[in-house]
DNA sequence: CTACTTTGATTGACACGTCAATGATGTATC
DNA sequence: GATACATCATTGACGTGTCAATCAAAGTAG
């Protein structure tokens, strides 16, 4: 028995644990980071914009109710708006009024808004490839897939207190 | 051989292993997020404060040259000096003139820091422990840190462009 | 010593994210 | 159909991150 092993379950993280810890974080925050300059200098979007592009390029006629837009991508409501404002300013999103529900707003993908996303899109998901995919053996990928899945499964049983 | 394989590695990353890139980058992101909230729950920190004030806290005298401190956390100086603007009016830190080089500055950890720091760390590193490692077992979570130090040496072997 | 370049740090402008508050519309209950 | 409550979306305030510009102090060359 660990003499650090307190009363139920208070033991701290070791070394070697925090090492894989902070590896992983950095690692992933390098890697997002990495692959949004590259979104930049290809199409001028941000991570976000993609998120969006996506999102709507992926839509029935290229269009969403903004809050299941939000949903999709994971988003408060706020963001979304925001976001929405400096990308209507941009001229890549449209909104309109929702038919069926009044409060409702549609958020539409303008010509523009898909060209531009057509532009960064395989450029994007060749550096996924190149950055990602291509540092493992599709064994190792495979491994690393179900780690994640752990992990995800993990923090499901597990909300935020 | 695959229709999908052009010219020269130019091939995109099939649906299978885009999943585990999602997956992976969204469950880093969900972990972060989960963290800084108690972070922020826990002491009114941030993760960035947080940072700082372990590399402060780490350093001979709890201070660090500015330009030390940026590159020992990984940030960009304009980053690190606004950052460190609000903390000192926080009075997280303190600043003062470099005795050896007068261009430089130092940021010193005050007493408020220190005592804030103290506070945090070990409910932080406890949900380290309760979020990450426990959702591993030992050899889960020595195949992820090899697996993520795969990465990261692709990483540096591909430098941006 | 003077001109040129490099480095340390800060600043301003602007894009971004979060939180709390707001207003307008929909839904349920009586 | 009037009251109460929930939902959709936006807004404002504020903290944060990035980029380019700035400025002072070192370092370097002649």
Redesign the interface.
Same mark, same amino acid.
Do not use: C, M, Y
């Given at each position: 028995m660990s003499h650090a092993t307190g009363r139920r379950? @208070?033991?701290?993280?070791t070394r070697? $644990?925090?090492? /894989?810890?902070r590896?992983?974080? $950095?690692? +992933?925050?390098?890697?997002?980071s990495?692959l949004e300059?590259?979104l930049q200098a290809d199409g001028g979007v941000s991570g976000a914009d993609y998120s969006v592009l996506l999102a709507l390029w992926e839509a029935r006629d290229h269009r969403l109710r903004s809050s299941t837009l939000a949903e999709r991508i994971?988003w408060e409501r706020s963001r979304l708006s925001h976001h929405l404002g400096r990308m209507e300013r941009r001229g890549l999103i449209g909104r309109e009024d929702c038919a069926t529900d009044n409060r409702g707003a549609e958020v539409v993908l303008t010509s523009d808004g898909a060209a531009v996303f057509r532009a960064v899109s +395989?450029p994007h998901? +060749?550096g /996924?490839?190149?950055?990602? /995919?291509? +540092?493992?053996t599709p064994e190792? !990928?495979d491994?690393?897939?179900e !780690?994640?899945?752990?992990?995800?499964?993990?923090?499901d049983e597990?909300p935020? @207190?």
């Open positions: 379950g @208070r033991r701290l993280p070697d $644990e925090l090492a /894989v810890w590896s992983f974080i $950095e690692t +992933a925050e390098r890697l997002r990495e300059t590259r994971g +395989a998901l +060749a /996924v490839r190149k950055l990602f /995919v291509d +540092a493992f190792q !990928l491994s690393l897939g !780690l994640i899945g752990t992990l995800a499964s993990h923090l597990n935020t @207190r």
